[in-house]
């Protein structure tokens, strides 16, 4: 599963996020405004030098549909720019602010090469100020493969994540106490998709009954191996 962190990167609270994932020995993506990112390039740094892994999401919070396509490129272009000014690897992610997009937007992304980036989990800590809750809505939702979308910092970046930190502190332990991996985007994506086994399973139903009707006994290759094989009849058959 992958934890990731909108509209940063912020002097203090996204430092002390990062320090819980390096206690935990967790990663995660931080998908950051390009403004932001100019404003705090030291703490860019640090995100890359940790090991953790830097999505675009726009420069000053734009919401896509919203505002005329002339306006696209430069949003994305210029913040493409300043994370590679400050050494970010491109892995072509990005997080459309609000989650918000078109068809329009998916097909402008795909002609830049870039990858539109989506949540399966909402933590909910913009609109909820309290930890246990922000903890909550994560751990009872996540499954394998989730993607958890938590913010660093807002828009402004005057919102107090206070919160999300206290909350991330009890996350963290819980996910990997539950055998969870946090991973980046990239790895989650990378990743081969679990097979689904339900036809299997289904024929199987079908599969025992039909040979229990037809005398046969499943056993275990061990047992198998160990029944003596019954004698040629054709080579027994000894001539008068």
């Not at 734009?62 to 300043?82: C, H, N, Q, V």
């Not at 909910?124 to 979308?149: F, H, K, L, Y």
């Not at 930190?165 to 332990?173: F, S």
């Amino acid at each position: 599963m992958a934890l990731t962190f909108d509209d940063g990167p912020h002097p203090s609270f996204t430092i002390q996020i990062l320090s819980l994932l390096n206690k935990y020995a967790a990663q995660a993506t931080f998908f950051v405004l390009g403004e932001h990112a100019a404003q705090y390039p030291e703490v860019i740094r640090e995100l890359v030098d940790s090991g953790q892994e830097v999505g675009n999401h726009s420069f000053t919070h734009l919401r896509f549909p919203s505002k005329d396509e002339e306006a696209w490129p430069g949003e994305i272009e210029r913040t493409e720019l300043e994370l590679d000014l400050l050494g970010c690897p491109d892995h072509g992610l990005f997080r459309a602010p609000y989650s918000d997009y078109n068809p329009g937007l998916l097909q402008f992304l795909a002609n830049i090469g870039q990858r539109l980036v989506l949540w399966s989990v909402d933590a909910a800590d913009w609109r909820e100020p309290d930890p246990m809750a922000i903890t909550v809505n994560v751990v009872s939702q996540v499954e394998p493969g989730s993607i958890v979308v938590m913010h660093d910092s807002d828009e402004t970046g005057e919102a107090d994540r206070t919160p999300t930190v206290e909350a991330l502190g009890l996350i963290l332990p819980t996910l990997l106490a539950r055998g969870y991996q946090c991973v980046t985007v990239s790895e989650l994506l990378a990743a081969p998709a679990e097979a689904d086994r339900t036809p299997t399973v289904e024929a199987l139903g079908l599969i025992l009954p039909a040979l229990l009707v037809r005398g046969y006994q499943c056993v275990t290759v061990s047992e198998l191996l160990a029944v003596p094989a019954e004698p040629d009849q054709a080579k027994a058959t000894t001539s008068p």
